[in-house]
């Protein structure tokens, strides 16, 4: 066996010298615990919908889109203040959903980090949203976004896209 020491270091999944805060538009994806299919049922994505307007409404965030996929959330979001912080935001959307479901369900709900992309001034909004939309299509669940239940908007109507 080699005598070297192998340190493992923790992949950085932020940028390094940006915080997060204020009024940038960013894409996002929350994995389940270990990708299993949790949001299946209409009443329990229901519910995760309405805590997430709650939290983006009392953190300053506006949702442009969001799609539940079975084991993944997608969501693009855009902070509406100077101090609206993404990492407060997903945290807290995290903590207290992960909080319920476990209790309810006795299962983990969210892997430890998520994924995220900070949009350039020069990408288009609903260009953006409409690819979050078109996941569902992407995955063949079915044809067009707008039959599918688990995705929507609190910032315009979907169905006009």
């Given at each position: ?57 009392s ?17 693009f ?21 992960a ?10 709900l ?17 260009n ?5 939309f ?28």
């Amino acid at each position: 066996m080699d005598s070297k020491k192998y340190i493992h270091y923790k992949k950085r999944t932020r940028l390094k010298d940006f915080d997060y805060k204020g009024c940038y538009r960013y894409f996002i994806t929350l994995c389940t615990f270990d990708k299993k299919a949790v949001f299946t049922d209409e009443a329990l994505v229901s519910w995760f919908v309405d805590v997430l307007k709650e939290k983006s409404t009392s953190l300053g965030f506006g949702i442009w889109a969001y799609c539940f996929m079975p084991d993944h959330l997608h969501l693009f979001v855009e902070g509406k203040k100077d101090d609206s912080d993404l990492k407060q935001f997903i945290a807290s959307y995290k903590q207290y959903t992960a909080f319920h479901y476990k209790k309810r369900d006795k299962k983990e709900l969210w892997q430890m980090n998520f994924y995220d992309h900070v949009l350039r001034k020069e990408e288009d909004t609903i260009n953006i949203a409409n690819y979050v939309f078109n996941n569902p299509v992407r995955k063949g669940l079915v044809s067009d976004y707008k039959n599918y239940k688990f995705l929507g908007s609190f910032e315009f109507d979907v169905m006009q896209t």
